[in-house]
């Protein structure tokens, strides 16, 4: 009891006076696996994100005015300085329900051209013309008098809280998510374009976290970023606690007023984007894509018909493999060494899944439609119950 409490007692001063966010390690939720210094995507060296959030009005929804609760994630595999400077990349959709654009060239081609952008469904065509844009106005291509590019933009839907149809992610959005992209610790829940999602049952939003590992005594890094949007509540499982079960008579979401939406329990969708330092060629790095279900899985994800779950997987390794008329050598790592990047990117799924509902905070949005935060006194008292909170 004495422990709970001080626990509570720290979270009470860092939201409150340093302004942070508890995240799932603070409530001392166990995972396994090392995490890097920010534990987060950005502990890959050279990954930046930046986030434009658009939150405004209430009651009500008019179609073109609101209420709005959306935004726009934006991430540079080598940070934005770079300019041009492709990654091997590849992805891999568990089930298809959902968009991201760019991803046959990603596959065709073996690299990653772009950053990503992450919004809502019906913004996918404004921030791709919009990243378009921002490429010719900045020379994205280094003088190149002829080019051609396949932005890459995901999203999930957030037509429960947000005025969907209403189109309100404008270029302005996209340029702020791009201007405002940097290294080191990252914003969770209710930012960018995880502003109006939710995830198995409560109020998700967009989560990060890293392993930090060896391999050969050589340090590696896996960092994952998820704008996490799926799940029905009855299957949350967390620390290996069937959590969803036990507050299933909490409040995770509800209608407050007519028109009330199809979407069925478990409905949603989950983006999911690795970085790794690990040098690895598109066909490992859609080997790695591929094992990005079991974090989800993990958590509680069953990959069902209204979700769209696409996850793609870059490599920050062998800077200078992109030539147009030269041969190049690469560096690759063994298939038979690849266990432990295989681990780290399950582990951290599972853990940026997890933080983006700790972080994210009860939103009211159309209608008075509400999404209701991860409570977490109750989830402390749950894993107590099962023993697995670490102390």
């Known amino acids: 009891m004495k422990n709970t409490i001080l626990l509570f007692v720290a979270l009470f001063i860092c939201s409150h006076f340093y302004g942070q966010k508890p995240r799932a390690r603070d409530l001392g939720i166990p995972f396994v696996g090392t995490p890097g210094t920010f534990n987060a995507i950005t502990d890959v060296e050279g990954v930046e994100v930046g986030y434009s959030t658009i939150i405004s009005g209430e009651g009500k929804n008019i179609v073109g005015k609101g209420p709005i609760r ?230 509680g994800g069953r990959g069902s018909n209204g979700s769209g779950d696409i996850f793609l997987a870059f490599s920050t390794a062998n800077e200078n493999a992109f030539s147009r008329d030269e041969m190049r050598t690469v560096e690759t790592m063994s298939n038979d060494l690849l266990m432990p990047v295989f681990e780290a990117t399950v582990q951290a799924v599972e853990e940026a899944i997890i933080n983006a509902m700790v972080a994210a905070e009860t939103m009211e949005g159309i209608n008075g439609n509400k999404a209701y935060a991860l409570p977490h006194d109750l989830l402390i008292e749950t894993l107590k119950q099962y023993n697995r909170l670490k102390e």
């Open 70 to 299: 959306t935004g726009v994630t934006a991430l540079f595999p080598r940070g934005k300085a770079k300019k041009f400077s492709p990654v091997y990349a590849n992805w891999y959709s568990l089930n298809g329900n959902g968009e991201m654009t760019g991803t046959t060239w990603v596959t065709e081609s073996g690299f990653l051209e772009t950053p990503i952008m992450i919004t809502n469904t019906n913004s996918v065509g404004e921030v791709r013309q919009a990243v378009l844009k921002w490429y010719v106005d900045t020379d994205w291509y280094n003088g190149e008098d002829w080019w051609y590019t396949y932005p890459v933009v995901a999203e999930t839907y957030d037509g429960f809280l947000n005025d969907i149809y209403g189109f309100h992610v404008k270029e302005e959005h996209v340029l702020e998510a791009i201007n405002n992209a940097s290294g080191g610790k990252l914003a969770e829940g209710n930012v960018g374009g995880g502003t109006g999602m939710m995830c198995l049952g409560f109020k998700g939003g967009t989560g990060t976290s890293s392993r930090v590992f060896k391999i050969k005594g050589t340090d590696y890094t896996v960092g994952a970023i998820v704008q996490s949007n799926f799940g029905a509540k009855r299957n949350l499982s967390i620390a290996g606690v069937p959590v969803g079960i036990a507050l299933k008579d909490t409040l995770g979401y509800e209608y407050k007023a007519p028109p009330q939406s199809r979407r069925q329990e478990g409905d949603g969708s989950i983006i999911v984007i690795i970085a790794t330092d690990v040098p690895l060629l598109p066909h490992q790095l859609k080997r790695v894509a591929q094992r990005i279900p079991l974090g989800v899985g993990i958590v």
